[in-house]
């Protein structure tokens, strides 16, 4: 592998898979426990360049080819949010902005750029994360923080037109949220 990558695993505990690439973090299916383990490593506990946020409902995680050809694109946030089912949420913004640029969602079959993020398949760069922050507590849902942390990373500059926000593909698929 090119670049060590530190996993948060985002299943219960005794569940971790083996992860010989970097640090193990169980953070659990909650934002406060995902926060709770991503803020040491931002603070300075992990010097590697990556960060994967994984869960169960993503199947298994990434072998190291997988990463490496991943980590051989350009961009600083990778993630497979339509094909876990987060294309057109929230829904509540068909009826506020349905015009709204960044409403539309590509097929799930092709590499694009989505703000739709699903921490249960997301690599993103540390330095990213420590410069725009990480997973906020003030969510109850996984869904609702992963939508949040892909619109701040795009409002706030880690988003280059086709390059950084790319849905990953190689996960289960499921259909798009309620």
């Known amino acids: 592998m090119t670049a060590p ?22 953070a ?15 603070a300075g ?9 994984w869960g169960p409902s993503a199947g298994s ?4 080819d ?15 949010g339509l094909a876990l089912g987060m294309g057109g949420l929230p829904r509540l ?14 097929d799930v079959a092709i590499e694009a750029t989505s703000w739709r993020l699903s921490l249960a398949a997301c690599l993103v760069r540390t330095d990213a994360l420590r410069q725009l922050g ?11 923080a992963g939508l949040e942390l892909g619109h701040r990373l795009v409002t706030r500059g880690a988003f280059r037109p086709g390059t950084s926000l790319h849905c990953w593909g190689r996960v289960r698929r499921h259909p798009p949220g309620p």
């Open 61 to 64: 995680v990434p072998d190291a």
């Open 134 to 144: 990480g997973v906020r507590t003030d969510f109850r849902t996984m869904a609702g």
């Open 5 to 26: 990558v530190d996993l948060v695993w985002l299943g219960p505990a005794e569940n971790v898979p083996p992860w010989p690439s970097g640090s193990v973090s169980a």
């Open 28 to 42: 659990g299916p909650s934002p406060a426990g995902v926060a709770a383990a991503l803020d040491p490593l931002l």
């Open 66 to 80: 997988m990463l490496d050809r991943v980590l051989g694109q350009p961009g600083d946030v990778f993630h497979a």
């Open 45 to 53: 506990a992990s010097s590697s360049a990556w960060i994967l946020f």
């Open 93 to 106: 913004i068909d009826f506020v902005a349905p015009m709204w640029m960044l409403n539309g969602d590509p």
